[in-house]
């Protein structure tokens, strides 16, 4: 099964609204493999979802559902306190991942997203150090880059799961390097 992906972007211009730019410039790449993300599960069917590769662990659908309480922890940790994990997001959910419909994940990640977020907006000094009780410093910087890696690491685990099931997609590379797109590439798909 070939579907349509989401065309490469390289020039999204950060959101509105932030006390610091850099901030900004790391929320948008963060939202647009959260995007990218949400776009590739919504295109695969409910049967899919379930899937998983070889002996791993999670389905695709868990998969998804992990990122958003991965949100929801480390956007907690920028905040200073947790952002509560909706039910469909849970992780330690051991049922068959259809059982919560896809629509209600993906609400449930965008509802943590935007109650960081909102925290993020006030951020003035990305490399302030957090409290943290792990090796090394953490700061607002290094939270924002585990998340855009953690998006873009199980995205891609989604899609290989998605490849050994048969779902294809062809690569669009080609047709958007240097593409610049004043607007931006907010609602593209």
């Known amino acids: 099964m070939d579907?349509?992906?989401r065309p490469r972007c390289y020039s999204f211009p950060p959101p509105a609204g932030?006390?610091?730019?850099?901030?900004a410039w790391l929320v948008a790449g963060l939202t647009e493999v959260t995007e990218r993300h949400f776009d590739m599960v919504q295109r695969l069917s409910t049967p899919l979802l379930d899937e998983r590769l070889g002996?791993?662990?999670s389905s695709v659908l868990q998969i998804t559902a992990h990122l958003g309480w991965g949100d929801s922890y480390w956007l907690g940790m920028l905040r200073g306190e947790a952002i509560p994990s909706p039910d469909a997001l849970d992780r330690e959910r051991h049922e068959p991942?259809?059982?919560?419909?896809?629509e209600?994940?993906?609400?449930?990640?965008?509802?943590?997203?935007a109650t960081g977020l909102a925290t993020l907006r006030e951020v003035s000094d990305p490399h302030r150090v957090l409290p943290w009780r792990g090796e090394g410093k953490l700061t607002v910087y290094g939270v924002l880059m585990h998340l855009v890696w953690h998006w873009t690491y199980h995205n891609g685990q989604c899609g290989e799961i998605a490849l050994a099931h048969g779902h294809s997609h062809p690569w669009t590379f080609e047709r958007h390097v240097g593409r610049v797109d004043p607007g931006g590439c907010q609602g593209e798909k």
Do not use: G, Y
């Not at 209600?104 to 997203?113: D, E, L, N």
């Open 104 to 113: 209600r994940v993906i609400a449930a990640c965008r509802k943590v997203r």
């Open 55 to 57: 002996n791993a662990p």
């Open 18 to 23: 932030f006390a610091d730019e850099r901030v």
């Open 97 to 102: 991942s259809s059982a919560i419909p896809l």
């Open 3 to 5: 579907t349509q992906p």
